[in-house]
Structure formats: structure tokens, C-alpha cells
């Protein structure tokens, strides 16, 4: 049985392009240096969003690959969770005047059930939506052309629990504390959601840029450490002989984003168009995509007013 598609990376708008310099978010983690080292090898030039520096640049080196100035990769500490320090990031990487050919917003977080309250429900939300949102609205002036948005989507999202009731009550949505699985799939959801929507505004102002989300494959990985001891155990030991490894899920997304033949905006499972979010229609997508906007705006003007 053929699960995955096949992966092909001639295609244009991978390999000839004036340059090539992607930002990555969660870049050192278990499928986010997959992205990195595929890349690299590749041509092209790395920028990596990371919660700790040094331990990217150990880890980095030792998989042999060469980072800090004069190479191919670049660290930018940032805890993601943290929109003031998002805003600070952002504002900072603009001045090095890049051209950023290549957006994956690959950084997410399942939060433990034993620290489970306000703040680590707004974390989370902050690490899996809201901070990449951020990113994607102010980094507009410094994307190529053509950039491409990767988002890392879950396929969880279909477990989501989000009604019409709910995206009417506004930042509830948002920042409700329904517990760590459903809040994560919600995030998850709400990031689909954010990136059909981000398409159609925009359609006008930024015709050549290409948002996808795409759900990797589920992955043995840093993402489980805070599910319960069974569930760890199983997917430290015995899973990895049946799920797909990091490296799959990685040429996966990256083959995804650059395909020419999916409309733009779409939520894909194993290269296929799959429906995110059936129940919502234009209103809600765009209810949703306002929310978010506005805990973006709200975090850069309190920058501002810093
Ligand atoms: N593995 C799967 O089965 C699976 C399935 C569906 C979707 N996904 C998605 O795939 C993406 C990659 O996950 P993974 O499986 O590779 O897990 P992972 O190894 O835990 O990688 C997640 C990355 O996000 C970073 N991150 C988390 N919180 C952060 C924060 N506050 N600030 C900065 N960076 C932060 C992590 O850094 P730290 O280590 O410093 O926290 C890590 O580098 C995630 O978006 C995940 O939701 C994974």
C-alpha cells in the first residue's frame, strides 16, 4: 500500500529561485532539523526560530552541521509563547533586511495535563497559532514574491471541538481552558482555519504567496513528553517500528508546500486535499481569522507602546 506520495523537489519553485532562505520555527526539534537538514544540503540558507540557543547550536553540531555566522544557519532565540517577545523577534529580524523565500511555522507544543491552567492554556495557543500569525502578518514586507507559508497542522484538528457558539463568544475561543488534548486540537483547527482565510485577504496584496497546512504523519517525537506514561512508553519503544520517521514527515511538508497544483489555502493529508473544519462556512473562517488578528494587533501595538 502506498501511503505516501511521491516526493519530487525539481520542480521550479523549490530549486530555481533568485534565492533561497527560509525561516523555521521549532527548527531543532524532532521533525523541524529534518527541514533544516533537508535544506541545507539543498542550497539553501536557514534561519532557525528556537526556545534555546545553545542547545541548537550543540545539537546542530553535533550532527555535523556547521552553524552561526559565515554559514548556512542562523539561530534567533524566541520563546514563542510569549507574544512580546515574538513582536521584539520579528521587529529585529526585519532590520537584517532578508528576503525570506520560504515561512514553516513548525513549532508546537502539548501541554502537560499536571500543570494544566490560564497560562498554559494562552501558551499554547500562542506557541501553535498566534505567534506564528504574528510572524506571517509583520514579516509581508521582507517575503519574496513568490514565498511559500508552510504550516504544521495535525490531523487531530478533526477532533477539535469548536461550535458557532463558541467562535461568536470571541478570545474564549481562543484562551478557554479545555484541557491539553482538545485545546491542542483546537489550535490546530484554528490554524487551518487562520491559513485558509490568510489566502483570500491575501489574494489582492500578495497574489504570489502560497499558504499550506499540511499534517506530517503522526511521528515519535519531543511533542508526546507530555502525554501520560503509557503513552510515552509505547511511543518511545514500540511505535517507531510502525509510524513514520521524522525524515518522512519532513520531505512530506516540504514536497507539500512546493507544489504548484493545490489550491491555495488547502489543509492536506498525505499529499491529499482533505476538509478541515467541515462545519464552518465563510463567516466563521473569517470570524476565526479576526480573533486571531486581533490578539496580533494587540501585541504589536503594545510593542509599540513599550
Ligand atoms: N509528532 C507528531 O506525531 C505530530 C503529529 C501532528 C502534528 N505535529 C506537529 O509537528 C510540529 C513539530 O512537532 P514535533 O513532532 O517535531 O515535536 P517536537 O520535537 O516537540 O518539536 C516541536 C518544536 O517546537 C518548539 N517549541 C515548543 N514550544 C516552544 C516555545 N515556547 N518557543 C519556541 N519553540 C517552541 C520545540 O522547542 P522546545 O523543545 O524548546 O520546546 C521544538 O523545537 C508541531 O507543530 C506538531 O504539533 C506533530
Same mark, same amino acid.
Request: glycine fraction near 8%; aromatic fraction near 8%; charged fraction near 20%.
Given at each position: 500500500?502506498?501511503?505516501?506520495? /511521491? ?10 529561485? !533568485?534565492?533561497?532562505? !527560509? ?16 535544506? @541545507?544540503? =539543498?542550497?539553501?540558507? @536557514? ?27 542562523? *539561530? ?6 510569549? $507574544? ?9 529580524? /526585519?532590520?537584517?533586511?532578508?528576503? @525570506? ?8 507544543? $502539548? ?10 492554556? %494562552?501558551?499554547? &495557543? ?17 517575503? !519574496?514574491?513568490?514565498?511559500? @507559508? ?14 458557532? +457558539? &463558541? ?20 489550535? /490546530? ?12 485577504? &491575501? =489574494? ?27 503513552? +510515552? ?7 517507531? *517500528?510502525?509510524?513514520?520517521? !521524522?525524515?518522512?514527515? %519532513? ?7 512546493? =507544489? ?26 473569517? %470570524? ?10 494587540? %501585541?504589536?501595538?503594545?510593542? /509599540?507602546?513599550?
Amino acid at each position: 500500500m502506498q501511503i505516501l506520495p /511521491k516526493l519530487d523537489f525539481t520542480n521550479s519553485a523549490f530549486n530555481n529561485r !533568485a534565492s533561497k532562505i !527560509a525561516l523555521i520555527t521549532g527548527g531543532d526539534g524532532t521533525i523541524g532539523h529534518k527541514f533544516v537538514e533537508h535544506l @541545507i544540503t =539543498r542550497g539553501w540558507f @536557514i534561519h532557525v526560530v528556537t526556545s534555546s540557543r545553545t542547545r541548537a547550536e550543540d545539537f546542530f553540531t553535533s550532527h555535523g552541521i556547521p552553524n552561526g555566522p559565515a554559514t548556512k544557519l542562523h *539561530f534567533h532565540e524566541c520563546d514563542l509563547s510569549k $507574544l512580546d517577545k515574538v513582536a521584539q523577534f520579528v521587529g529585529d529580524f /526585519k532590520k537584517e533586511n532578508l528576503q @525570506i523565500d520560504l515561512v514553516i511555522c513548525n513549532a508546537g507544543v $502539548l501541554h502537560p495535563r499536571d500543570m494544566w491552567n490560564d497560562q498554559a492554556v %494562552a501558551d499554547g &495557543m500562542n506557541v501553535n497559532v498566534i505567534s506564528h500569525a504574528l510572524m506571517i502578518e509583520s514579516l509581508h514586507p521582507v517575503l !519574496a514574491r513568490d514565498n511559500r @507559508i508552510l504550516l504544521v497542522g495535525s490531523c487531530c484538528s478533526h477532533g477539535a471541538f469548536v461550535t458557532k +457558539r &463558541m467562535i461568536k463568544s470571541g478570545t474564549q475561543l481562543l484562551y478557554s481552558a479545555a484541557g491539553p488534548y482538545q485545546a491542542y486540537a483546537s489550535s /490546530k483547527l484554528l490554524l487551518a482555519s487562520y491559513g485558509e482565510q490568510l489566502t483570500l485577504s &491575501m =489574494r489582492t496584496s500578495h497574489p504570489g504567496h502560497q499558504v499550506i497546512t499540511v499534517h506530517p504523519g503522526v511521528v515519535p517525537s519531543g511533542l508526546y513528553r507530555n502525554t501520560n506514561p503509557i503513552t +510515552r512508553f509505547a511511543t518511545a519503544f514500540i511505535l517507531p *517500528f510502525f509510524l513514520r520517521n !521524522a525524515e518522512d514527515a %519532513a520531505l512530506l511538508c516540504l514536497h507539500t508546500a512546493f =507544489r504548484d497544483d493545490l489550491p491555495n489555502g488547502s489543509y492536506c493529508e498525505d499529499g491529499k486535499v482533505v476538509r478541515c473544519g467541515t462545519k464552518f462556512d465563510k463567516e466563521d473562517l473569517s %470570524a476565526i481569522y479576526g480573533l486571531i488578528q486581533k490578539e496580533v494587533q494587540t %501585541a504589536l501595538s503594545d510593542k /509599540k507602546n513599550l
